[in-house]
C-alpha cells in the first residue's frame, strides 16, 4: 500500500487529466542541453499534453534534473522514436499536421500566428546549433516562425517552444478544448492510477469515482 492521498491532491490530478489535450504534441530533434530540454517538457506540461515525441539520431538524450523539469517528467508520457521518418509515420497516422521551425527559408514559411492550432498539430524543434534537420523540414507539412521585431533573429528554443504552445492554449482555450475531457474515462481512470504509482500513494475506495470528467464540470 501506498502513501494515503489526500481529496484536494486527487481532485488535481482529475482535473489535469481532464485538460491534457492528446492532438497537440511536440517532437525534440537532437536538442542536447539538458536545461533546454527541462524547460520544454516543464511548458509541455503546463500548456496540457498529453505526449512528447523524441529523436535522438546523432545527441545523446541528456540527463535531466527532476528540479529543473519541474518534476514534469512525472506527468507527460515521453516517446522516444528511432527516426524522423518513424516519427512523422506514427503523427501522421494519429491525423496530426506537421510544422517544423526552420529559420533559413523564411519566404515559404508561416507566421506562427496564422497557423490554426486548434487542428491535430505536432510542432518539430531541432537542435541548439544545427535546428531541425533538412530530412525534417523536407518531410513535414509546413514550416512556421515566430515574428522577430529586433535584431537577433531567432529565439532559445525552450523559449521559441513556449511561445509556440501558449499560443496553441490561448486558441484552444477560445474554442473551449479545455472544457470537456479529451480522453475516454477509461483512459482517464487508467492513467490517474499510473500518476498514483509513480507518486507511491494509493487510492482510498471513498475517493474513487466511476466518472473520471466529473472533477472538470
Known amino acids: 500500500?501506498?502513501?494515503?492521498?489526500?481529496?484536494?491532491?486527487?481532485?488535481?490530478?482529475?482535473?489535469?487529466?481532464?485538460?491534457?489535450?492528446?492532438?497537440?504534441?511536440?517532437?525534440?530533434?537532437?536538442?542536447?542541453?539538458?536545461?533546454?530540454?527541462?524547460?520544454?517538457?516543464?511548458?509541455?506540461?503546463?500548456?496540457?499534453?498529453?505526449?512528447?515525441?523524441?529523436?535522438?539520431?546523432?545527441?545523446?538524450?541528456?540527463?535531466?534534473?527532476?528540479?529543473?523539469?519541474?518534476?514534469?517528467?512525472?506527468?507527460?508520457?515521453?516517446?522516444?522514436?528511432?527516426?524522423?521518418?518513424?516519427?512523422?509515420?506514427?503523427?501522421?497516422?494519429?491525423?496530426?499536421?506537421?510544422?517544423?521551425?526552420?529559420l533559413g527559408d523564411p519566404a515559404r514559411s508561416v507566421d506562427l500566428y496564422d497557423l490554426d492550432l486548434t487542428k491535430p498539430v505536432a510542432l518539430v524543434f531541432g537542435n541548439e546549433q544545427r535546428g531541425v534537420s533538412d530530412e525534417a523540414v523536407a518531410g513535414a507539412d509546413g514550416n512556421f516562425v515566430i515574428p522577430m521585431m529586433g535584431m537577433v533573429r531567432s529565439l532559445n528554443i525552450s523559449v521559441a517552444c513556449a511561445v509556440s504552445l501558449y499560443e496553441a492554449l490561448r486558441q484552444r482555450r477560445l474554442a473551449g478544448h479545455y472544457a470537456r475531457p479529451k480522453l475516454p474515462p477509461t483512459e482517464l481512470e487508467e492513467r490517474l492510477q499510473r500518476w498514483l504509482e509513480r507518486e507511491g500513494r494509493a487510492l482510498p475506495v471513498e475517493l474513487r469515482t466511476s466518472d473520471p470528467s466529473a472533477a472538470s464540470e
Not at 43 to 48: E, F, I, K, N, Q
Not at 65 to 73: C, F, K, P, R, T
Open 1 to 102: 500500500m501506498g502513501r494515503p492521498i489526500t481529496e484536494r491532491r486527487l481532485a488535481r490530478m482529475r482535473e489535469v487529466l481532464a485538460r491534457r489535450q492528446p492532438d497537440l504534441t511536440v517532437v525534440l530533434e537532437n536538442v542536447h542541453d539538458p536545461h533546454n530540454v527541462s524547460a520544454v517538457l516543464r511548458s509541455c506540461d503546463a500548456v496540457g499534453l498529453l505526449r512528447v515525441h523524441l529523436v535522438y539520431t546523432i545527441e545523446e538524450f541528456p540527463e535531466l534534473s527532476e528540479n529543473v523539469s519541474g518534476s514534469a517528467l512525472k506527468w507527460l508520457e515521453l516517446v522516444f522514436q528511432p527516426s524522423i521518418e518513424a516519427c512523422y509515420r506514427t503523427l501522421r497516422s494519429q491525423g496530426f499536421t506537421i510544422y517544423t521551425t526552420y
